[in-house]
């Protein structure tokens, strides 16, 4: 039905078994039962319409309808004006059908991009105390108050993000702006570059525009603190390294407690980011399974190889990097698709070489096998894990950056009724041993700190035991 079936219809309304019955009464029909009429044509015609008194002489009406002759003839129509003010609720489903959906938008640097293959997933309720939790959690870590941050402008205006040259701020970055969806502009640069964006292009900034830091430490300190204080209020800042007491306390007195996030060591800023972020979708969620090593096999091979590697040349460049990502930033799968097929494929991450020149430790438990490795500096410590588990048919896996005291605890995902619940190791680990603390893990990752490693290696020793006996945890 279109939207204008209705005036058509008070004009055209000589249809269907209406029009026999009509004929064969004789007489005129008036205005107000044409336009019912007209409202009941197509699927009710045919019953309703037999029922519609007319103006012509009764006795011809009832020798033309043995239905009308059980009702008694004096009887009045009901009135059913109100009918012509209402739309049938099967009409009213086929128009809500055909009208568009509310599409967002992305907009960054003059080129709107929609989400075709992407939708919004409401954040339920579950999710929403999670990240208060967590939140809380965090704001009793670092010591910090309410005070001036409850007027902390919320990440949703037209915002700036400067990023850390390297792959693990530029997917960080990519999801936050896929969560902001407007920029000003979203700059990738070195550490040493740090004070050219605070000197030049945040200078250019309106006022009032939210920037965001990811990847960086404050140093040179001094500069860095004096810089980012004149921004105090609109400047949020998220780093997975560990920040010397005294710049961390500077940091968090010059900007608020809350504008700072991180800077207590991990390994990777995408929690951080993620733990701020309000929007779902699905596409964002298969850049966290990329980022993560969760990513299926079928999405790796159609366009999450080609993106991988993307992420790697996008770190090695300085300035403005919104054209170079625009197609994460509109997340339409099927668009990287074709893409990745008219390109060269991708050469072989480093950390295949380099899983394939070492050797790495392996403990058996309960039907289980983990490996354990320390990742080299440069290297993906997810993408790693999960090669090693391919290389060595291993179920899990427990990896660390060398040098570093932060460990991921990952596994494939099962295809079981049963699956793996990693999380809950790590939550038994820190509430069980003293010396292991909790890291962030908003992208569903398990992560845990074991304190003073280097001095204590043998704490290592007791995590893993503690892993193995703790199989009744991992598999519920």
């Not at 007319?54 to 009045?76: C, H, L, Y």
């Not at 693990?168 to 640069?189: F, H, K, N, T």
């Not at 096998?369 to 588990?389: C, K, T, Y």
Request: proline content about 5%.
């Amino acid at each position: 039905m279109d939207l204008d079936d209705g005036p058509s219809a008070n004009v055209n309304a000589n249809g269907g078994n209406e029009s026999s019955d009509d004929e064969g009464s004789g007489g005129d029909v008036s205005t107000s039962d044409r336009r019912r009429r007209g409202r009941r044509r197509g699927r009710r015609g045919g019953s309703e319409g037999r029922d519609t008194t007319t103006n012509g002489d009764s006795d011809g009406a009832s020798a033309s309808s043995p239905k009308n002759e059980a009702a008694p003839a004096a009887a009045p129509e009901p009135e059913e004006v109100v009918e012509d003010d209402l739309v049938d609720a099967d009409d009213l489903s086929e128009i809500l059908a055909r009208l568009p959906d509310d599409v967002p938008e992305f907009s960054g640097g003059g080129t709107d991009s929609t989400y075709d293959d992407d939708e919004e997933v409401d954040v339920d309720d579950g999710d929403k105390a999670a990240r208060v939790a967590r939140e809380a959690r965090r704001r009793a870590r670092r010591g910090g108050g309410d005070g001036d941050d409850e007027d902390r402008p919320a990440p949703r205006k037209r915002s700036a993000i400067l990023v850390h040259a390297d792959p693990d701020s530029v997917m960080a970055a990519v999801l936050l702006a896929r969560d902001i969806r407007q920029l000003d502009g979203l700059w990738v640069y070195p550490q040493e570059d740090l004070m050219t964006f605070f000197r030049s292009i945040a200078t250019d900034l309106r006022d009032d525009t939210p920037i965001f830091v990811i990847g960086f430490s404050p140093s040179p300190s001094h500069d860095v603190i004096q810089a980012s204080s004149l921004y105090k209020g609109r400047l949020t800042w998220f780093d997975r390294q560990v920040w010397p007491p005294e710049d961390l306390a500077a940091m968090r007195e010059a900007l608020g407690a809350d504008a700072i996030i991180g800077g207590d060591g991990g390994d990777s800023t995408l929690p951080l980011v993620l733990e701020t972020c309000s929007r779902r979708s699905r596409f964002s969620d298969k850049l966290v399974d990329l980022a993560t090593g969760r990513f299926t096999q079928h999405d790796f091979e159609r366009w999450g190889r080609l993106w991988r590697f993307r992420a790697e040349e996008i770190a090695g460049k300085r300035g403005d990097i919104r054209s170079d990502v625009a197609a994460l930033l509109a997340g339409r799968p099927s668009d990287l698709s074709k893409e990745a097929a008219l390109v060269d494929v991708p050469p072989a991450p480093a950390e295949v070489e380099w899983i394939g020149a070492n050797d790495f430790r392996l403990v058996h438990f309960g039907g289980h096998v983990m490996v354990v490795l320390d990742v080299d500096q440069g290297m993906d410590v997810h993408l790693a894990s999960r090669i090693a588990r391919e290389r060595y048919s291993a179920s899990l896996s427990l990896a660390r950056m060398v040098g570093e005291e932060v460990f991921v605890f990952a596994g494939d995902e099962t295809t079981g009724k049963r699956s793996l619940d990693y999380m809950s190791i790590a939550e038994h680990l820190v509430d069980k041993m003293e010396w292991v603390d909790g890291r962030a893990d908003a992208d569903h990752v398990s992560r845990f700190r074991i304190r003073d490693l280097e001095r204590h290696p043998e704490r290592l020793e007791e995590v893993v035991g503690e892993i193995a006996m703790g199989r009744s945890l991992l598999e519920r």
